[in-house]
């Protein structure tokens, strides 16, 4: 039995960061990434492999970097965990013993179970699995009309991108209200839905699939609750992702209602040197501080990069301090940007808030070649001024735009403070330093905050 100081079950975007932060500072130490699949993909990028990627290759991940930091790597798939004596088994018959584990193991797409006709051929999932999405490409190419479940970031990207095809036709058919609809307000969300019809796509929101239709094992239609029929010889479910437990439930570990290994804020489980990172851990809600299921690589990999430091003997005297959704897209050459509270999401946790807009355009002059108008609204507390959200809307620039905004939450800097924040500026890179947006949006919620306690 070969024995390693630590082992890392996963290769995804937390597991190699973790391995490699580790490896890192600990060089001494042995360290074995054990991952299924001999080829990784960057999930982020999953979408951009149906259109704007010529080649799948190109969003081609792997752990070179644990590697060359000296860990070592075993392509097989872990059945059983002893967690009191620390050995584990694989699927080979290989058996390892380990100091200290990590679990790393990710997320899977849901199934759609409670769709009647959810097996047949040609309804597909969107998994982390390269030579599945590598035969989803193929199969995409071959189809003319294709519906999409699900209107969140994965399926309207995969829509926008099918739809970048000559001759398909898309559908995508969203339960809820708008697409994007649990990042951002209603009215940043429409605007959603308005760039992705405007480039073809059958928008169909407040819409459910009740049944797939199929025809000798394939499927041929989608029928909705309404009754509506839309042909489709492919359908791409993209409801979500469940964190990818049953492993560590095997091993008896504890997990939280959401399905999640229960942690604490240096990802250490209940279980002494057993950790977990990324999709499959729990996650607390910067704001609420409630536990959460937040499942983004940027999430996935702060946290691995607290747990690289503090995985063998305490590096940096802090914890994590809980989750920041930080979400960003671009739909029709138009990027969309949340982070921490919006307005729904405050008013759920019952936390009292103003906002402040800001619309203007993203250069200066705006008739520059490129410039797009950009909408900046902050979510904001009255009692202190603390910037407790924000959302964009705009050109690439709302990219990292949302990370100042992101950054001030996590700071706890306020509306006050903002407001004399120093920037740099240049007409064709930012709007004009006599009204820049984030800036000018701060004393939009400055005068709502003096409204109210007059």
């Known amino acids: 039995m070969k024995a390693y100081d630590v082992v890392i079950i996963g290769a995804g975007p937390s597991g190699i960061i973790t391995g490699v932060t580790a490896k890192k500072q600990n060089p001494d130490k042995s360290f074995l990434m054990i991952k299924e699949d001999e080829q990784g993909l960057v999930p982020c990028g999953i979408p951009y492999v149906f259109h704007d990627l010529d080649d799948i290759s190109q969003n081609k991940m792997g752990p070179a970097p644990f590697v ?99 001759f398909k036709k898309v559908t995508l058919v969203e339960i809820q209200d708008h697409c994007l609809g649990q990042a951002f307000s209603p009215d940043f969300a429409i605007l959603a839905d308005e760039n992705l019809r405007k480039i073809g796509i059958n928008v169909l929101t407040g819409n459910t699939v009740e049944e797939l239709i199929g025809n000798n094992g394939k499927v041929q239609s989608v029928k909705l609750k309404s009754g509506e029929i839309i042909e489709a010889d492919l359908v791409i479910s993209a409801i979500g992702y469940k964190p990818n437990t049953d492993l560590a439930k095997k091993a008896e570990m504890q997990l939280t209602k959401h399905g999640t290994i229960r942690v604490d804020k240096f990802m250490q489980t209940d279980e002494d040197d057993v950790y977990a990172v990324g999709d499959c851990s729990q996650t607390f809600g910067f704001i609420t501080g409630r536990t959460d299921n937040i499942m983004l690589a940027s999430t996935a990999t702060a946290e691995a990069r607290i747990l690289g430091y503090n995985l063998c003997k305490i590096g940096i005297l802090r914890s994590f301090s809980g989750t920041l959704s930080v979400f960003s897209t671009e739909l029709n050459g138009h990027a969309f940007a949340s982070a921490g509270a919006i307005e729904q999401t405050a008013e759920a946790a019952r936390v009292d808030y103003v906002t402040g807009s800001f619309t203007d355009m993203d250069r200066h002059p705006g008739s520059l070649p490129g410039a797009k108008k950009i909408r900046v609204r902050i979510i904001v507390s009255p009692r202190n001024g603390e910037i407790i959200g924000g959302e964009i809307y705009g050109g690439k620039s709302v990219g990292e735009m949302i990370n100042i905004i992101a950054l001030a939450i996590q700071k706890y800097v306020t509306v006050y403070e903002l407001v004399s924040f120093q920037v740099g500026t240049h007409p064709l890179l930012t709007t004009a330093p006599t009204k820049y947006a984030l800036i000018k949006a701060c004393e939009d919620a400055i005068s709502k905050i003096d409204c109210r306690e007059k």
Request: one cysteine or more.
């Open 68 to 166: 060359k930091a000296g860990g070592e790597v075993l392509v097989d798939r872990v059945t059983d965990i002893d967690i009191s004596n620390k050995t584990l088994c694989t699927e080979a018959g290989t058996e390892i013993s380990f100091s200290k584990l990590v679990f790393a193991t990710g997320s899977s797409p849901i199934l759609p179970t409670f769709i009647k006709g959810y097996h047949l051929e040609n309804v597909e999932l969107i998994p982390k699995n390269y030579n599945y999405i590598a035969s989803l490409k193929d199969k995409i190419l071959s189809s003319t009309n294709v519906v999409v479940i699900g209107g969140g970031f994965i399926g309207a990207e995969v829509a926008e991108q099918i739809a970048k095809h000559d």
